[in-house]
DNA sequence: CTGGGGAGGGGGCCC
DNA sequence: GGGGCCCCCTCCCCA
C-alpha cells in the first residue's frame, strides 16, 4: 500500500501492467518504506505522535511504541501482553507512557533508538559494551550480535549454530561493510531488506493515538557523536537515514580506538561471506540425491525469518511475502499478486488459456502439476500410500492430509511395495519421511518443524501472560530480560522476570530429512529380517 | 472423506 | 546479479 503524499517517484519501469486496456495497474515504490522509517524518525525528534517515553538516569526520550516493539523483542512481549488484554490499564493507546529503564546507559539506549529509526548503530567503541548489554537486556538481537562480533566476544555454550547463523546473515561490521558501499545496487537491497524487516516484525496496527509530548529531550551523547551523523541531519531533506554514501563514508576511518562506529543493521550477506562455506543443504532430501542439479547459485539469508534463499534475484521476491507487497495486479478482477509469474498463471483464468491439454482425454489444465496429478488418474497410478493403512493416493498432499485428518491408526497389515518402480518413486522417499507418525517422529527426536512458512508470529493462545510464543520465530536467541521497571503499562500476570525465561533455543533443523529417511530405511531393514526369518 | 482447482512459495535454468 | 519463466511442492477451499 503505497502512500502517494509520502512516496516517492513511482519506478514506472516496474509497473506491472496487465493485457487490459483500463485495468487498475500496480505500481510499486520502493523507496516508501525507507521514507517511512526516516517520516518516524523526524516525527520522533520533533516529538510528534510519541506515545511512549523512555528514561534512563534522568535522560527521557521520546519514542513511539510500535516502532519501539518492531526492533525489541522486550518491547514487543511488553506490548504484545498488554495489548492481549483490553480494558486492563489505561494507558493502552491512550496516552504517553513512561518506561523506566535505568539499567540501561543513557548512551546505549540513546543509540539503540538512533538505531531504531535509522538502521544505522553509531557508538563509541568504548560504550559498545554498554550497547551490548542494553541491546541484550532489550532483546535486539542483531545489535546485539553485531556488538559481540566487534568486541570479539564468543558465545556461551551451545551457541554454535547461532555463530553459524550470524556468519551467514553477514552482520556487516568495520571493513567489511565498504563493500556495501562500493554497490549501490545491493544497498538498495539491503535497504529494502530491513525495512521490510521492520514492516514484518511490526504486526499492522493502526497509528498510535496522537499524543504530543514536549521537546524531545537531547540525550547525553558521546564526543563525537554529531560528527558522525549524517550530513544536514539526521533525514535531512527526506534523505534515507544510515544508508546514504555519507553517513558510510563518514566511518571510512574506522579503528578499533575510541571512535564512533557505524554498524550497519541486519543485512545480507557480504560478498565475502558468499564464498564462506558449501551453501545450505536443501529443505528437502530428494532434491539433492538425484533430482533437479543444483547449481551453485549464491545463497542468501532473510533477514526476516533467517531462510536461506537460494538463487541470484530470489531474495526480493521472497522478501514481499514478508512485506505483503503485491505489485502485480489482475486487470480483470483486480486480484494482486507478489509475483508476476504468477499473475501470469492467473491471467489464464480469463483467458480461458489451458496450455496443459491432457494426451489421453479433453481435459485442458492452468498448471503443469495439475496435468501430471490427472495423468496418474488415467495411469491408475497412486503413487502415495499411507505406510499405515495402506490407502492410496494420487497426490501426495491429498496422503498429507490423510495423515494429519484423522490421524490414521489402522494396524499395518501389509507391508509397503518396495522398488516397485511406481510413478514417483523419488517423491515417494520424500512423503514416506513425511509420513512417519507422531509417534515414530518424536522417537527420532526430530527437530520441530519449520514454522516461519505462512504466519510469522504465532497466535496467542495458551501461553503465559506475556506472550513468548514469537521468541523463537525470531531467532534461536531468548534474550534475558531483567526486571525493567516500567511505569504507565502494566504487565499483566507478574513481573516482568518471567520474560526471561529461555523457553526456545531451537536449532536450525539440521540433516533431519536423512535421518528420518534412514530411520525408515532401518525400520524397513528390520522389518524384511523379521519377515525373512 | 476424497478428488480437483487455485494460489502461495521455493528452486533451477536461462537471458 | 537481477529478473523472467518454469517446475515442483504445499496448503486451502469447494463440490
Not at 520533533?46 to 534512563?56: F, K, R, Y
Not at 511406481?422 to 515414530?440: K, R
Request: aromatic share 4%.
Amino acid at each position: 500500500m503505497g502512500l502517494w503524499g509520502m512516496g516517492r517517484q513511482p519506478q514506472t519501469t516496474q509497473v506491472a501492467m496487465s493485457p487490459g486496456e483500463d485495468g487498475l495497474i500496480g505500481i510499486p515504490f520502493p523507496e516508501h518504506s525507507s521514507e517511512l522509517l526516516s517520516c518516524l524518525n523526524e516525527q520522533r525528534r520533533a516529538g510528534l505522535l510519541c506515545d511512549l517515553t523512555l528514561t534512563s538516569r534522568g535522560a527521557r526520550y521520546s519514542t513511539h511504541r510500535s516502532v519501539m516493539a518492531a526492533v525489541s523483542l522486550y518491547f514487543r512481549n511488553l506490548f504484545g501482553a498488554e495489548e492481549g488484554e483490553p480494558g486492563d490499564v489505561g494507558s493502552v493507546g491512550s496516552g504517553c507512557s513512561v518506561c523506566q529503564l535505568d539499567c540501561v546507559a543513557p548512551d546505549a539506549l540513546d543509540a539503540l533508538l538512533e538505531f531504531a529509526y535509522t538502521a544505522t548503530l553509531t557508538i563509541r567503541s568504548s560504550g559498545m559494551r554498554d550497547v551490548l548489554k542494553a541491546a541484550q537486556l532489550l532483546g535486539i538481537q542483531c545489535v546485539a550480535d553485531a556488538c559481540r562480533d566487534i568486541l570479539g566476544e564468543t558465545k556461551g555454550e551451545g551457541d554454535e549454530e547461532e555463530e553459524e547463523e550470524e556468519q551467514e546473515r553477514g552482520i556487516v561490521v568495520g571493513e567489511r561493510t565498504e563493500d556495501i558501499v562500493q554497490s549501490s545496487r545491493r544497498k538498495r537491497d539491503k535497504q529494502h531488506i530491513l525495512k521490510s524487516r521492520l514492516s514484518h516484525l511490526q504486526p499492522r496496527r493502526d497509528s498510535p493515538s496522537s499524543s504530543p509530548t514536549a521537546e524531545l529531550p537531547r540525550a547525553p551523547t558521546s564526543p563525537g557523536y554529531d560528527e558522525y551523523s549524517p550530513p544536514g541531519g539526521q533525514n535531512g531533506g527526506g534523505q534515507h537515514a544510515g544508508w546514504e554514501p555519507g553517513v558510510i563514508n563518514g566511518s571510512k576511518h574506522w579503528t578499533p580506538g575510541d571512535t564512533p562506529l557505524l554498524v550497519q543493521a541486519e543485512t545480507g550477506l557480504s560478498e565475502e561471506e558468499d564464498k564462506m562455506g558449501p551453501p545450505p543443504l536443501p529443505e528437502r532430501g530428494g532434491v539433492a540425491g538425484g533430482g533437479r542439479k543444483r547449481k551453485s547459485q549464491t545463497p542468501q539469508q532473510c533477514p526476516v525469518c533467517q531462510k536461506i534463499i537460494h538463487g541470484a534475484g530470489k531474495l526480493p521476491r521472497h522478501m514481499r511475502t514478508h512485506t505483503g507487497e503485491k505489485p502485480f495486479q489482475c486487470s480483470a478482477c483486480g486480484v494482486r499478486f507478489t509475483r508476476n509469474d504468477k499473475l501470469k498463471i492467473h491471467m489464464r483464468k480469463h483467458t480461458g488459456e489451458r496450455p496443459y491439454p491432457c494426451p489421453h482425454c479433453p481435459a485442458r489444465f492452468l498448471h503443469s502439476y495439475d496435468l501430471k496429478n490427472h495423468l496418474s488418474l488415467h495411469s491408475g497410478a497412486r503413487p502415495f500410500e499411507c505406510p499405515l493403512c495402506h490407502k492410496a493416493f494420487v497426490r501426495e498432499d491429498h496422503l498429507q492430509r490423510h495423515r494429519k485428518g484423522h490421524s490414521c491408526l489402522e494396524v499395518r497389515t501389509r507391508r509397503p511395495r518396495r522398488g516397485a518402480g511406481s510413478v514417483g518413486e523419488a517423491v515417494m522417499a520424500s512423503s514416506l519421511l513425511d509420513s512417519i507418525p507422531l509417534s515414530h517422529a518424536s522417537a527420532f527426536s526430530r527437530s520441530p518443524p519449520p514454522t516461519l512458512g505462512r504466519s510469522p508470529f504465532l497466535p496467542d493462545v495458551d501461553g503465559p501472560p506475556i506472550p513468548l510464543h514469537a521468541m523463537p520465530l525470531l531467532g534461536p536467541r531468548g534474550p534475558p530480560y531483567p526486571a525493567l521497571l516500567f511505569r504507565g503499562v502494566e504487565v499483566p500476570g507478574g513481573p516482568i522476570e518471567e520474560l526471561g525465561a529461555p523457553n526456545a533455543t531451537h536449532g536450525p533443523p539440521g540433516p533431519q530429512v536423512s535421518w528420518g529417511e534412514e530411520e525408515e530405511e532401518d525400520n524397513e531393514e528390520e522389518e524384511d529380517e523379521d519377515e525373512e526369518e
